[in-house]
């Protein structure tokens, strides 16, 4: 095919499209065909290049178009693997130190409980010993003064572990009632201090504001000059094991007369 031939060629096709009524993008197509026309019409007989080729040339023209190397398929590929690694590493370094930490928060607290076990052990025991307690306070309390201050016209007593029939009839009953009570409150005393070994304190809270936490209220009395809520009277002492209320004092309280 000659030049002209295909000249002709290219103005017959233009007319057909323009009569048909045919949008202007057609044109580039029509160029395209005209360029493969001029191709041939100069005895070459095969295209220059192939599609794939321009497909590439065109991609190429893209990336340098926007400045950036398009990865390839295999390196886009590692990079989403990579984010998920990634992704994975953070959760399970965030789950890490959530069990750390639990774990450290379960050494404490089983430290602590290990200690107040310890120290409490005893609680129950001590509670149920109060009560023997109480009954000496009581022997101690019942026996008058007049009797302890009253001097001893026999002399001091011999030991109980040396009885003498002679010196036991000369010895009257306030003689007996004393040595008694010089019993009774050594073993008081004795049973105090091995509570206080282990923790275990009275207290006397005559005179104190009353606090339903450590003091339980018996009765209530008006009394004139005292501060309503104050504590007028201890019956039974309290104790405390460590900082821990064993035992809540039994007292009266001031009553509140202007209510």
């Not at 002709?8 to 202007?24: D, E, H, I, N």
């Not at 001097?151 to 000369?170: I, L, N, R, W």
């Not at 009953?173 to 049973?191: I, N």
């Not at 923790?199 to 209220?217: I, M």
């Amino acid at each position: 095919m000659s030049r002209a031939q295909a000249f002709q060629l290219y103005r017959s096709c233009a007319a057909s499209f323009a009569s048909r009524g045919a949008v202007r993008s057609s044109l580039p197509l029509a160029s395209r065909r005209l360029a493969g026309v001029r191709y041939y019409s100069e005895g070459n007989g095969q295209p220059s290049e192939s599609a794939e080729a321009k497909k590439g040339e065109e991609k190429k023209d893209e990336a340098k178009d926007t400045g950036a190397p398009q990865p390839s398929p295999a390196e886009a590929e590692c990079l989403e693997k990579l984010k998920v690694k990634e992704a994975e590493v953070v959760d399970l370094t965030g789950r890490l130190r959530y069990l750390q930490a639990d774990f450290l928060n379960l050494q404490r607290n089983a430290a602590r409980e290990k200690e107040q076990t310890k120290d409490f052990a005893i609680s129950r025991f001590a509670s149920d010993l109060l009560e023997t307690v109480d009954v000496l306070a009581i022997a101690l309390k019942s026996v008058p003064q007049s009797v302890l201050q009253t001097p001893s016209a026999e002399g001091p007593s011999p030991p109980p572990e040396q009885p003498s029939p002679s010196t036991s009839q000369q010895k009257t009953p306030e003689a007996y009632l004393k040595d008694l009570h010089t019993g009774v409150e050594m073993t008081h005393r004795l049973l105090l201090q091995t509570l206080f070994k282990y923790g275990v304190k009275p207290f006397d809270p005559t005179g104190d504001k009353f606090d339903p936490n450590r003091h339980e209220a018996l009765y209530q009395a008006p009394v004139p000059g005292k501060e309503p809520g104050t504590v007028l009277d201890c019956q039974k002492d309290g104790y405390m094991i460590k900082d821990r209320v064993l035992r809540a004092a039994q007292v009266g309280v001031v009553q509140d007369t202007q209510s």
